[in-house]
């Protein structure tokens, strides 16, 4: 089990960045890392993914071109780089993770981290 710790999540306005991190307790070379993200009432819903062994990024399309997924494998971080935020925004972003290939359903993701919460005001 890979213990995932977030952290970088604040109150920002609209058309603000805001980075969050994802530190894995231990070496995830096989496995993918993904974003999900709760906002009050909805489910939790896909924002990004990424291979951990190579390039190879997923985003939903409501964050497509606003987000970037990145991970620094030496320091078994992730990373979700948010531009552009908008209110639609505001939720609790979570990290997790799997073994093998990147998805965007959140029941393939055993590992999860407590979440931090990201508040955009308009």
């Known amino acids: 089990q890979v213990h995932l710790v977030e952290s970088g999540g604040g109150v920002v306005q609209a058309g603000d960045s805001l980075r969050l991190s994802c530190a894995a307790s231990?070496?995830?070379?096989?496995?993918?890392m993904a974003w999900f993200r709760r906002s009050p009432g909805k489910e939790r819903d896909f924002v990004a993914a990424?291979?951990?062994?190579?390039?190879?990024?997923h985003y939903a399309d409501s964050v497509e071109g606003r987000f970037t997924i990145s991970r620094d494998r030496d320091q078994n971080m992730v990373y979700l780089q948010m531009d552009s935020l908008q209110p639609g925004d505001t939720a609790v972003y979570y990290c997790?993770?799997?073994?093998?290939?990147?998805?965007?359903?959140?029941?393939?993701?055993?590992?999860w981290g407590q979440g931090t919460q990201v508040t955009v005001s308009s």
């Open positions: 231990e070496s995830t070379s096989d496995y993918a």
């Open positions: 997790a993770a799997r073994r093998g290939i990147p998805r965007s359903n959140p029941s393939e993701y055993d590992n």
């Open positions: 990424i291979l951990w062994s190579a390039h190879d990024e």
